[in-house]
């Protein structure tokens, strides 16, 4: 597994149907969620290729042959054959990967080059089509498979830090934590809105007590009046 890599350029050497079918078997063996075996693969040799690079080139809206399955002597199509239970589709298609990743790997253990590829044209109705997919199902891509070659590049040094990818759960008092942050801007909006009122009120009875003494003024200024008359 440490020193697996996908290698993009192979020779025309291929395993050959048989000992596919033996290492298909093996990689069937994946977690399978009430063991829909949700999954198909579809071997690609020769023209089948060729009817391929077609249908690629129709989903890209060119003419002629797309070259690009060429580049292996054999292909295999995953195909996720989504069943219609009420197990989600997201776990059919993750059995489906499952089975794919196996099968690469247990292809690069038996010696043989191999690399996952996709592309924007996968899931295209040209592409589907040729492959003669039924409703509910699903192309994950295709595994390019052929010989290595002699002076294909040394692995590289690539490592996984198994630490980076590996956490706990968070502590149930970082949620509390939120709770509480929650409440404390709630508060603080409450209060802030009760101020602004009692500051409003303040004004409010401020302007009434100008008014009264206004009015009582004129009053006194009134009587007085009267008086010298
Ligand atoms: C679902 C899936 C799709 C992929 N599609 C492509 C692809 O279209 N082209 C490509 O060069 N590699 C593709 N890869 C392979 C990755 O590029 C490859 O795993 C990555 O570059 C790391 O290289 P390594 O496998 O040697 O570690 C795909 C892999 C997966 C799992």
Avoid at 125 to 139: C, M, N, P, R, T
Wanted: proline letters at 3%.
């Amino acid at each position: 597994m440490r020193s697996r890599r996908s290698l993009s350029q192979v020779t025309d050497e291929a395993p050959t149907h048989k000992e596919l079918v033996e290492l298909i078997s093996a990689a069937g063996r994946v977690a399978d969620h009430k063991e829909l075996k949700p999954w198909r693969l579809i071997e690609l040799r020769g023209d089948d290729r060729l009817v391929l690079g077609k249908a690629i080139a129709r989903a890209q809206g060119e003419d002629g042959v797309n070259t690009k399955p060429l580049r292996a002597p054999l292909l295999i199509a995953v195909v996720a054959t989504i069943k219609s239970t009420s197990l989600p589709a997201w776990e059919q298609e993750a059995t489906a990967a499952g089975v794919a990743h196996a099968l690469s790997l247990l292809l690069d253990e038996a010696g043989w080059g191999v690399i996952w590829r996709t592309g924007d044209y996968t899931r295209a109705k040209a592409v589907s089509k040729a492959h003669g997919l039924k409703k509910g199902e699903l192309l994950l891509g295709w595994l390019y498979v052929g010989g290595r070659p002699d002076r294909s590049r040394p692995v590289r040094g690539k490592t996984i830090d198994g630490e980076r990818y590996l956490s706990a759960m968070p502590s149930e008092d970082a949620g509390d934590e939120d709770a509480k942050d929650a409440k404390d801007a709630k508060q603080a909006r409450e209060s802030e809105k009760a101020q602004k009122k009692a500051r409003k009120a303040a004004k409010k009875a401020r302007k009434a007590e100008k008014d009264a003494e206004k009015k009582a003024r004129k009053a006194e200024k009134k009587a007085r009046k009267a008086e010298k008359a």
